[in-house]
């Protein structure tokens, strides 16, 4: 009963937090032709391979200072987690392979077109409207999940593009779930990266008082720093700005705006969202019925077809479940 998924959601995360033990019906088999990338996503080193003629990711944890415990735990927590994450503008997640050296890989799709930053820099024309519109149908998502999921490291390299051009949000090391109907969460990381972080969170007291705020609040103030970031490129201004204290980057030049259609309406949705006080962000319903709204006047409103993405064909998924795990999937991809 659907009722009762977010009980034993939470149990299961508390769970694996505390154990060093993730669920067996994640582990798969049968990865091949291994080799390491220059990419490093989050907290782990990417590798590219191939399973049942398809080529995946693998990340593995980097940070061997935590030790292996504590490494455990964080990888059971990620990947459980992000397999109860199923959404269009959300990287699937396939399973955890353990490789003969005995280190853990989360696997997932391939992203050829690299992540958001590396495919606006090839592409410095791509209408960015649509991606946009994309990474807030992820948050909403990610949001009205019961319980909540919050991201807590959104940023423009967590961010992938897929073979037909969509944006999904990826990356869940650093997420917390909270349950917000009783102010309990089951878990809590603060962590994030420089520029994108909340300044409530810069300006939190202690470690405890973070505990209190609404931490959805504070991905969409991420969510407007990488608008802007997406718009501005290699003329950001980010870096120069002392956040926590309220500096925001000043409107981009009028060239470039009209280059990457940055318009008024646009400037003014990444304004709503990185407000310093995050009671008057905008949430993530508000902020993709604004886009959707843009999008549907331009007459160019997203289908919401999973199956023009082949790394979301169910289809595989299914295949892979079938050989590797005696346990159903879930219900279909969320559009």
């Not at 990826?170 to 779930?177: I, Y």
């Not at 006047?297 to 979301?312: H, I, K, T, V």
Request: with cysteine.
């Amino acid at each position: 009963d659907e009722r009762y998924r977010p009980c034993f959601l939470g149990a299961v995360i508390r769970l694996t937090r505390k154990t060093l033990v993730y669920p067996s019906c994640l582990g798969i088999r049968g990865i091949g032709g291994c080799t390491r990338t220059n990419g490093q996503g989050g907290f782990g080193i990417i590798y590219k391979g191939s399973l049942l003629g398809r080529t995946v990711a693998l990340k593995k944890l980097k940070d061997q200072r935590q030790g292996y415990n504590k490494l455990t735990k964080d990888f059971a927590y990620e990947a459980v987690l992000w397999r109860n994450v199923n959404h269009i503008n959300c990287l699937p997640f396939y399973g955890i392979f353990q490789g003969n050296d005995g280190d853990l890989y989360l696997i997932s799709p391939w992203m050829e077109r690299g992540d958001l930053s590396v495919y606006l820099s090839n592409n410095p024309d791509a209408d960015r409207l649509p991606l946009v519109y994309d990474i807030a149908r992820g948050l909403e998502y990610l949001h009205s999940m019961q319980p909540t999921i919050v991201h807590g490291d959104l940023k423009c390299l967590n961010i992938f593009v897929t073979s037909t051009r969509r944006a999904c949000i990826a990356d869940f090391g650093l997420s917390n779930v909270r349950d917000f109907s009783s102010k309990a969460n089951s878990s809590m990381t603060i962590g994030g990266t420089r520029g994108f972080i909340a300044p409530e969170l810069y300006l939190a007291q202690s470690d405890e008082q973070p505990r209190n705020f609404d931490l959805r609040r504070c991905d969409m103030f991420a969510f407007g720093i990488v608008i802007y970031e997406m718009y501005a490129g290699e003329q950001s201004k980010l870096h120069r700005c002392n956040i926590s204290g309220g500096n925001r980057p000043p409107l981009l030049s009028q060239e470039l705006c009209k280059m990457r259609g940055l318009d008024d309406d646009i400037w003014q949705l990444i304004e709503c969202l990185w407000k310093q006080d995050p009671d008057v962000r905008l949430v993530a319903e508000s902020a993709r019925a604004f886009v959707g709204y843009k999008l549907q006047a331009r007459n160019e409103m997203r289908s919401s077809l999973s199956g023009q993405d082949p790394e979301w064909d169910l289809g595989f998924l299914r295949r892979l479940s079938v050989a590797m795990s005696p346990f159903e999937l879930r219900g279909p991809v969320a559009t």
